[in-house]
């Protein structure tokens, strides 16, 4: 497939024509909800929802020019290079999601384990709030990088147009599930990322942190061990709250607390370790400082 070919597949591919659809859904229920919260006066910072709006706005400026294309470029030389090819069908699209969903799950796990990408992951999880506007709450660095996790599928012989609208269309799908308007579903809770599965993986709570990083299914969560029922009211947001509605800076402070922690590092390994290591670890001169002081 040519560079040429695939990007008038971006333009002309019926599968698209879905993907707008179900994006133009996505918005219309977001607005329903809105509505349905002034009318009933259900509590809402306002300012959060305004927040998650204007990032989602950068976020459709970049996508429209820079991100939009770096991810084909990056991933054509894969697909040139592997000597396997899947053709497209409809057998290969349903292929291609339970892939980008697999896929999906890992990227995500892998995003909440190493603080680096954590670093832009955390823009998803920073509001104390749970509505459908935090859908739209996504980093804008991120998409410079996810293209990362979509090389293994085309290395099995996706194309990288499968590969990429796989991905979106997994994101997509779970719009509806940012909401607390829907309670829990019975079965379908253990089988799919339902609301109330994704209430717990948006918890600070100590029981659901880490927890339901699947996109469509929660099957992977089960193989894995890392599902976990909705059981105690959800305190969403941080473990440690940015208190900020400043779009830039909810996008770029863990950066920040990162650059701050790397200062204080000794040694160059330290300084590796806190910027690609866990979350939790810190070098055990910080706890010393800390009691000294």
Same mark, same amino acid.
């Given at each position: ?129 749970? *509505? ?55 079965? &379908? ?15 600070? *709570?100590?029981?659901? &942190?880490?927890? *339901? ?32 509605? *400043? ?47």
């Amino acid at each position: 497939m040519s560079f040429a070919r695939l990007i008038s597949l971006f333009e002309e591919s019926p599968f698209m024509t879905y993907i707008a659809y179900f994006f133009i859904f996505n918005m219309a229920i977001i607005i329903l909800e809105i509505i349905i919260d002034v009318i009933t006066a259900k509590k809402r910072r306002w300012k959060d929802s305004l927040a998650n709006f204007s990032i989602f706005l950068i976020n459709q400026i970049l996508e429209k020019t820079i991100v939009g294309t770096l991810g084909i470029i990056v991933l054509m030389p894969f697909h040139y290079f592997t000597p396997f090819s899947i053709p497209e069908s409809w057998w290969s699209w349903v292929c291609a999601i339970i892939a980008a969903d697999f896929t999906y799950y890992w990227m995500h796990r892998i995003e909440h384990e190493h603080r680096i990408l954590w670093a832009n992951h955390s823009v998803h999880h920073s509001s104390k709030d749970y *509505n459908l506007t935090i859908s739209l709450r996504l980093s804008i660095v991120e998409p410079l990088i996810e293209w990362v996790f979509l090389v293994p599928m085309v290395l099995i012989g996706f194309s990288p147009f499968q590969a990429i609208v796989g991905l979106i269309f997994v994101a997509q799908f779970q719009t509806w599930i940012h909401t607390e308007r829907i309670t829990k579903l019975g079965w &379908l809770d253990l089988v799919f990322n339902t609301p109330s599965v994704h209430r717990v993986h948006h918890g600070s *709570n100590r029981k659901y &942190l880490d927890k *339901n990083y699947g996109g469509i299914t929660m099957i992977w969560d089960h193989i894995f061990g890392t599902y976990q029922r909705e059981e105690e009211k959800v305190i969403y947001g941080l473990t440690k709250p940015i208190n900020t509605n *400043n779009p830039l800076k909810i996008n770029f402070i863990e950066y920040k607390n990162i650059w701050q922690d790397v200062k204080k590092c000794r040694t160059l390994k330290d300084k590796l370790r806190i910027i690609f290591g866990n979350l939790v670890w810190k070098p055990k001169y910080f706890t010393e400082k800390s009691k000294q002081k």
